[in-house]
Nanobody, 124 residues
Framework: QAQVVESGGGLVQAGGSLRLSCLAP????????MGWFRQAPGKEREFVAA????????NFADSVKGRFFVSRNNDKDTLYLDMNNLKPQDTAVYYC?????????????????WGQGTQVTVSS
């Protein structure tokens, strides 16, 4: 059984917006940081954004800074990724993941629970 489940992907035109959600009811969500990663066709999976357990510290990849925002609702065991001004190069499968700790990590090796991913396609 998946520990985290992503939703909200889809097809959007360049310049548009999408909100991804990640539901994580199977562990003490409020005790862990959370992260978003993505993998484009033919490329390695890369870090996108992360948020600490309390939700008061965030980190973003340079490629998405100022366009993407990460947030969480610990009462609902849910992580969000708001993506604005989307570009064709944002096309990828987006993954939600849980690290081993409450503080942010940008390294994939810190993450132990991964979702199945949700496809985001941005048309030009």
């Amino acid at each position: 059984q998946a520990q985290v489940v992503e939703s909200g992907g889809g097809l959007v035109q360049a310049g548009g917006s999408l909100r991804l959600s990640c539901l994580a009811p199977k562990f003490d969500f409020h005790n862990y940081a959370m992260g978003w990663f993505r993998q484009a066709p033919g490329k390695e999976r890369e870090f996108v954004a992360a948020i600490n357990s309390k939700g008061d510290d965030t980190n973003f990849a340079d490629s998405v800074k100022g366009r993407f925002f990460v947030s969480r609702n610990n009462d609902k065991d849910t992580l969000y990724l708001d993506m604005n001004n989307l570009k064709p190069q944002d096309t990828a499968v987006y993954y939600c993941a849980r690290p081993r700790q409450s503080w942010i990590s940008t390294s994939q090796t810190s993450y132990v629970d991964w979702g199945q991913g949700t496809q985001v396609t941005v048309s030009s």
